[in-house]
């Protein structure tokens, strides 16, 4: 059984991963419009009828803008731990409410996604890893510190979102004022890029085929150097960075050598 996974679009300005099989799939947040989650999943081939869940990382608008319309438009069970339903207030119908829990499985088709606690300034935040038989997706974002959690789940991917929001010198030399920067690299904000490397260089797993680098800062880092970063020491593995703009491909993973799906609507996978 094979995953396929996009980023829709990651930043501060929206996050809205997709991990899926042949029959189900699931969202990890949605932080962008419904309209637009629907246009570009539509440009990828990728119909709204498989997407059975949307699981919820932390209450940050730009994960959670458009989670109650897309929720209440498909009637979609939203995962939600209650700390994070507590700043979603009531805009989502309380029937497609499930509580989550920490190292919680929660099985949806043959997906099953396991949540596991992380560091950030949010109330119960939450990283996840999507399973399908043996292979294995993480989505890892809004990150203050590379922990122990993290690197347990990590070591298992064969393919990663991972966040890889700023680099040092773009943050310490930039505009933002000196609160700000303090929240960003404080523990409880998010990874920079030689945090991000680092977890990549120490810790993947021999059978990863496919890195992700998410959430990258609009003004303190730069997609280019990211790339490059990564790409150096990735050893055959895939390096893609998402934009904050756009969708990116569509990817297969499959356990082996991945393979990159560019237009699924002209693929024979059952996806139309």
Known sequence: MSLFITSLNSGSNGNCYYVGNDQEAILVDAGISCRETEKRMARLGLPMSKVKAIFVSHEHTDHIRGIPVLAKKFNLPVYITPGTLLHLGNTVDAQLVHHLREFETVTIGELEVTSFPKEHDASEPHSFMVS?????????????????????YFSQC?????????????LENGGYPYHLKKRI???????????????????????MTHLLLAHLSKHNNDPKLVEDMFTASADGIHVIVASRHEETPVYHIDGNAGKTLEVLGQLDLGFN
Do not use: W
């Not at 523990?187 to 059978?207: C, D, E, I, V, W």
């Open 132 to 152: 399908c038989r043996d292979i294995k997706v993480g989505v890892f974002t809004d990150l203050g510190v590379v922990c122990d959690r993290l690197i347990r």
């Open 158 to 170: 064969h393919a990663a979102f991972l966040e890889a929001n700023y680099d040092d010198d773009m």
């Open 185 to 207: 690299r404080g523990g409880k904000g998010h990874l920079s890029n030689k945090q991000a490397l680092a977890l990549f260089m120490t810790h993947r797993p021999a059978h």
